[in-house]
């Protein structure tokens, strides 16, 4: 059974911060690239940062300089550590993870809102 479990979401004034991890379950987690996406109300879906095996990572140009994803491969876990939070990162973060053949596997989602 293939599990994504995210944690660490929450609310948060703008110009702080938060952590999100995920940990990853019923996959062979070391093949895989680990994402993690959000999905603000009312928008689509959007890839936020992104971390291959290697460890060579791609962000949105939106979060470039203040996120930050890292992977554990031994703990099956990544990461993403969002600094400088703005009221525009307000979404719900999903964790992802995906193999060559594009299968997709999605974590349940957690809420991050920057408000004051």
């Known amino acids: 059974q293939v599990q994504l479990v995210e944690s660490g979401g929450g609310l948060v004034q703008p110009g702080g911060f938060l952590q999100l991890s995920c940990v990853a379950s019923?996959?062979?987690?070391?093949?895989?690239?680990m994402a993690w996406y959000r999905q603000a109300p009312g928008k689509q879906r959007e890839l936020v940062a992104q971390?291959?095996?290697?460890?060579?990572?791609n962000y949105a140009d939106s979060v470039k300089g203040r996120f930050t994803i890292s992977r554990d491969n031994a703990k099956n876990t990544v990461c993403l550590q969002m600094n400088s939070l703005k009221p525009e990162d307000t979404a719900v973060y999903y964790c992802?993870?995906?193999?060559?053949?594009?299968?997709?596997?999605w974590g349940q989602g957690t809420q991050v809102t920057v408000s004051s």
């Open positions: 992802n993870a995906r193999n060559s053949v594009n299968f997709n596997a």
């Open positions: 019923g996959i062979n987690f070391r093949f895989y690239i």
């Open positions: 971390i291959t095996s290697g460890g060579s990572t």
